[in-house]
């Protein structure tokens, strides 16, 4: 923990906050895949059976791949966070609590959407999930952004428009938790997500340039 000249204003290394983060997000990735259903005796008895279960499962495939690649992105953006920041103050640190807090629920959110994908509940589960994961993940580098010491080679503008990116990926699954409740194969436009940070995000990050906040 490092003090400034006064005694106060903490701030953090972030090498411990990155490492813990690590092991959550490896610890959910992991448990991605033990939801998914395992074919029983009666489902192995020959190659027609076992493709019948595994046809009738391929919702929790779809579930598992998409949700592998929401924590990996956000597990790379992160360990990126974690060479971006020399020091992290105290706000900055606490708001990974709900960003962790997210990730842990999101293998739950992904079992019960992969076993019943057409269920509007169900799609609007995994989508708030997503949508508060994502958004937790972009305060918590708008936080770095204004409040923490920043690496030689980073600008706060860069964090801040990094942050947007991901405010976009929330934003689109917040718009699909409510269209679920019209059609729940509105879980296809997720796909779409990363084109929604890179094009939602220099939206985000223009509309912030127009209208600067006091």
Same mark, same amino acid.
């Given at each position: 923990m490092h003090l400034d000249a006064t005694g106060q204003n903490a701030r953090w290394s972030p090498q411990r906050i990155g490492a813990f983060a690590d092991a959550v997000?490896?610890?959910a990735i992991t448990l991605l895949v033990v939801e998914i259903k395992r074919p029983q005796d009666e489902d192995l008895v020959d190659a027609g059976t076992l493709a019948a279960f595994l046809w009738h499962?391929?919702?929790?495939?779809?579930?598992?791949?998409?949700?592998?690649?929401?924590?990996?992105?956000?597990?790379r953006r992160h360990h +990126?966070?974690?060479?971006?920041v020399t020091l992290l103050d105290r706000r900055t640190l606490a708001?990974?609590?709900?960003?962790l807090l997210f990730v842990a629920i999101l293998p739950?959110? +992904?079992a019960v959407f992969g076993h019943a994908a057409?269920?509007?509940?169900?799609?609007?589960?995994?989508?708030? +999930?997503?949508a508060l994961l994502f958004a937790s993940e972009g305060v918590?580098?708008?936080l770095a952004a204004r409040r923490s010491t920043l690496a030689e080679h980073i600008t706060a503008a860069q964090l801040r428009t990094s942050a947007d990116a991901?405010?976009?990926?929330?934003?689109v699954f917040s718009a699909t938790a409510a269209v679920a409740w019209l059609t729940p194969y509105v879980w296809y436009a997720w796909f779409l997500a990363p084109l929604s940070a890179t094009f939602g995000g220099r939206l985000i990050d223009r509309a912030r340039r127009a209208f600067p906040a006091n």
């Amino acid at each position: 923990m490092h003090l400034d000249a006064t005694g106060q204003n903490a701030r953090w290394s972030p090498q411990r906050i990155g490492a813990f983060a690590d092991a959550v997000l490896a610890i959910a990735i992991t448990l991605l895949v033990v939801e998914i259903k395992r074919p029983q005796d009666e489902d192995l008895v020959d190659a027609g059976t076992l493709a019948a279960f595994l046809w009738h499962e391929r919702a929790s495939f779809v579930a598992f791949v998409l949700a592998f690649f929401l924590l990996w992105a956000v597990w790379r953006r992160h360990h +990126t966070l974690i060479f971006e920041v020399t020091l992290l103050d105290r706000r900055t640190l606490a708001w990974h609590a709900p960003l962790l807090l997210f990730v842990a629920i999101l293998p739950y959110s +992904t079992a019960v959407f992969g076993h019943a994908a057409g269920n509007r509940l169900a799609v609007c589960l995994f989508a708030v +999930t997503s949508a508060l994961l994502f958004a937790s993940e972009g305060v918590v580098r708008e936080l770095a952004a204004r409040r923490s010491t920043l690496a030689e080679h980073i600008t706060a503008a860069q964090l801040r428009t990094s942050a947007d990116a991901s405010y976009a990926v929330a934003a689109v699954f917040s718009a699909t938790a409510a269209v679920a409740w019209l059609t729940p194969y509105v879980w296809y436009a997720w796909f779409l997500a990363p084109l929604s940070a890179t094009f939602g995000g220099r939206l985000i990050d223009r509309a912030r340039r127009a209208f600067p906040a006091n």
